[in-house]
């Protein structure tokens, strides 16, 4: 079996002592169950929704068997092999659709019965109405008729027109006053040899539609009296209603054995498998995890020559596998060639003689013992193994119940014991903070989003007064170590461009980080701002007129961290975004000298990166009246000279104003002029195109908007968690004047010794 993580490592517990261990956590749930008053609404319906579920598995565990559905395209073999596994002719077979509702098979110790049990006009009238609202068709079982559905199809879509479902309707419609005759009818039983009659309550549309349920108890079905077998209809029935009905034993089976017949064509279609790796139950659990395929009919394939027969079976047979392989269903040990009729031709059940004898010809096993030999393996190994997966689920489930009610309900949590007074001031408190909380942080998130936070202009005077002309001032000292850093015997003209180019590249070292810092710090320090506000509104809100103590106001600083914390901007989060822009400029003004050369150096890298700056150009005071090497922007990251006229819109033209740096004097002014240009774009530019105030109100509308969800969800909410942690500080004068319930305190005590989980 394939590794189905660390469960299957551990020691699977039989079915006996999933009851054991279920029974103790149900006793649990109904104790506090009778204690329900003393819960809130959600928590009470949570109890009662993991309360059913316990209910299903003491039904489910206290049953020793195990239910396996039959299932395949119409042809497959279903209710032959369900036959032999009966070891009787009770199911029809026939070469047409013979299976119109599912069967139901029981092992029985005395006798062959079968009881058939029908559907009541009104359950029948709900089914027809689910079909009608499927498809959006409004009517009145009583009085529709064909030509209302017929005038209902020429309306609407063709796709909808000629649905399962259509079909469906129609043919109930067409027949309903012969299903209505069986509809409510009194529950059926044949005995013995009668069971024979019950094959037209299969096959037959009519009376099949009619039916709710068939269960065969049959006696030769005793050595497998730990499985329950459904016999559901074929995936390509047209008839929804009984395919909806097959769909839930399905995935309601502990295992799944699929039929696919591999006689003329292999039945095995793409419809199959996607319904088989896409449903799931309610656990997960995909239905291709209980399969086992049986690969039926394979005795057609048989001629005289057993060589020919062997080649045709094995090519039938690898087709299967193949696409079994191709959707994830293939697992070697779950697939088998099987010949139901020949195993009950063999075993003289039916009196026909088509299979058997080509078996016997060359000596072909049916393979039905086989499969019930893995079958027993399956029930001791996958399918416990997923029992116990399932089974877990819920025990987790309900064991976080039962803590959960420990922690807030225990009496033995301080001298004074929990009491129903208590929970009541609760609840009360609670109702009064979730609906304060709700009104204030509602007109707060109005308040952000209408005040003006003047981020650009706070980091743009820091980025000019603080970065630009400290770096500005640095650049004499920066000239002279380039200068002692050179070699000599260059002309003054190649040690201006060197030196130039060794300042340029000690600024992109130490500079980038700087201008980020300066504008993600910003934002750090107005987020930390307004996150003390939030706090602030809600602990005024939870402690109103009392002076909440540090300890207790960061408890409550730290619960709304946890609720807030996924819809942060910290600085991290901003880095990107102004990277994304600035990298660019960055790039060209500083790493990068003024050149007349539009393959050297600024003009080179420009020319590389021009559709990104071309972008910014939206941001600029672009004007359209001039061509592109005439925008202001393009001729402060070329050239520093704004005034000069490019008479064509050229960069050979506009190069022709560039005024490149030969001496160290030079080197000054065109690194300050780059720096105050950098200055001027950042300021001017990108804090247009970055844009941080908006995602930062997105943010902080997002942190209040995940405290009203919070608060919003009384049973899993952590406002109200601290609450019932610090009641007694925040309602200390209703407090104190609680009374002890003792009576209510012993029941609690009793509940919560059982508890050893």
């Keep these: 079996m394939e590794d189905r993580g660390w469960n299957s490592m551990l020691k699977l517990k039989s079915k006996v002592e999933l009851l054991r261990e279920s029974s103790k956590t149900q006793e649990i749930l109904k104790d506090i169950q009778d204690l329900s008053n003393i819960l809130n609404d959600d928590e009470r319906q949570k109890l009662n929704t993991i309360n059913d579920k316990f209910d299903d598995w003491s039904a489910r565990l206290s ?33 047409g659709r013979c299976t119109f509702t599912t069967t139901t098979i029981e092992s029985s110790k005395v006798e062959d019965t079968a009881e058939i049990e029908f559907f009541t006009n009104q359950e029948f009238i709900d089914k027809f109405n689910s079909l009608c609202e499927e498809i959006e068709f409004t009517c009145n079982y009583s009085t529709v008729d064909i030509s209302a559905l017929n005038e ?85 029935s047209p008839t929804k209603l009984h395919l909806e009905q097959a769909k839930w034993y399905m995935r309601n089976a502990d295992i799944v054995i699929m039929l696919v017949s591999i006689a ?7 419809a199959q498998a996607d319904f088989l790796n896409d449903t799931k139950d309610r656990y997960g659990q995909k239905l291709s995890n209980k399969l086992i395929v049986v690969a039926s009919k394979f005795d057609k394939h048989i001629v005289d020559d057993k060589n020919s027969s062997d080649i045709k079976i094995e090519k039938s047979y690898q087709i299967l596998s193949s696409e079994l392989k191709k959707y ?78 420990k922690r807030d309900y225990n009496p033995k949590k301080d001298e004074k014991k929990k009491r129903s007074e208590e929970i009541a001031l609760i609840d009360n408190k609670w109702e009064f903070i979730k609906k304060n909380i709700k009104l204030s942080l509602t007109k707060y998130q109005e ?68 201008i980020v810092n300066i504008s993600t710090d910003t934002i750090t320090i107005e987020n930390t701002n307004k996150q003390d506000e939030i706090i602030n509104i809600v602990s005024g809100i939870i402690f109103e007129t009392k002076i909440i103590t540090n300890e ?43 050149t007349d050369d539009e393959n050297d150096s600024r003009v080179a890298r420009f020319k590389t990166l021009k559709t990104d700056i071309e972008a910014l150009l939206n941001y600029s005071d672009y004007d359209d009246t001039l061509g592109f090497y005439n925008q202001p922007f393009i001729k402060q990251l070329l050239i520093q000279d704004a005034d000069y006229s490019v008479k064509q819109s050229n960069i050979q033209n506009l190069l022709k104003g560039a005024k490149v740096a030969t001496q160290y004097k030079d080197v000054i002014t065109e690194i300050s002029n780059d720096l105050n240009s950098l200055g001027d ?60 319930d003792q009576n209510l305190a012993k029941q609690l005590d009793n509940i919560i010794d059982k508890i050893t989980f």
């Excluded at 040899?193 to 068939?214: C, F, H, P």
Aim: proline share 2%; hydrophobic share 35%; with cysteine.
């Design 152 to 236: 209902f199809c020429n309306n609407t879509s063709s796709a909808v027109s000629t649905s399962n479902a259509v079909d469906d309707i129609r043919d109930i419609l067409g027949k309903k006053e012969q299903i209505e005759k069986y509809l409510s009818g009194t529950t059926k039983t044949f005995i013995g040899q009668d069971i024979d009659n019950i094959k037209s309550y299969i096959t037959d549309e009519i009376k099949a539609r009619a039916v709710k349920n068939i269960t065969i108890k049959s006696t030769q079905f005793k050595e497998q009296e730990n499985l329950i077998i459904y016999d559901v209809p074929g995936f390509d």
């Design 681 to 740: 774009i950042f300021n001017n530019i990108l804090l247009k195109a970055i844009d941080i105030e908006s995602p930062f109100k997105a943010s902080l509308n997002d942190q209040i908007q995940a405290i009203l969800t919070d608060v919003d969800e009384t049973s899993k909410s952590k406002i109200r968690r601290y609450l019932i942690n610090n009641i007694e500080s925040i309602a200390r004068t209703e407090y104190s004047r609680l009374t002890i």
């Design 447 to 514: 308040v952000i989003k209408t005040t003006q936070f003047d981020f650009n202009e706070i980091i743009s005077s820091k980025v000019t007064n603080d970065w630009i002309e400290d770096l500005i001032t640095e650049l004499p000292d920066d000239l002279e170590q380039a200068k002692s850093e050179l070699v000599g015997g260059r002309t003054s003209v190649e040690q201006a461009t060197i030196v130039n180019d060794k300042i340029r590249a000690k600024l992109w070292k130490k500079s980038l980080d700087k």
């Design 63 to 95: 049953d020793n068997r195990y239910r396996v559905a039959i299932i395949g395209t119409e042809k497959a073999g279903k209710s032959t092999f369900a036959n032999a596994l009966l070891r009787r002719d009770f199911l029809p077979e026939d070469e």
């Design 552 to 594: 207790e106001k960061n408890e409550l600083a730290t619960e709304l961290n946890l609720i807030t914390d996924n819809f942060k901007y910290e600085a991290k989060s901003y880095r990107p975004l102004i990277l994304r822009f600035l990298n660019n400029v960055f790039e060209i003004l500083i790493l990068n000298r003024i």
């Design 328 to 405: 994830g269903l293939y697992k070697e040990k779950n697939i088998f060639k099987a010949s139901s009729l020949g195993f009950l031709e063999k075993k003289n059940i039916v009196n026909t003689q088509y299979a058997y004898p080509n078996l016997k010809k060359h000596e072909y096993p049916d393979s039905i013992e086989t499969i019930e030999t893995r079958l027993e393996e399956f029930l001791d190994g996958e399918a416990l193994e997923i029992l116990n997966e399932n089974f877990n689920i819920d025990q987790l489930e309900a064991q976080t119940l039962i803590l959960n009610f």
């Design 264 to 270: 003329d064509r292999i039945s095995f279609v793409k």
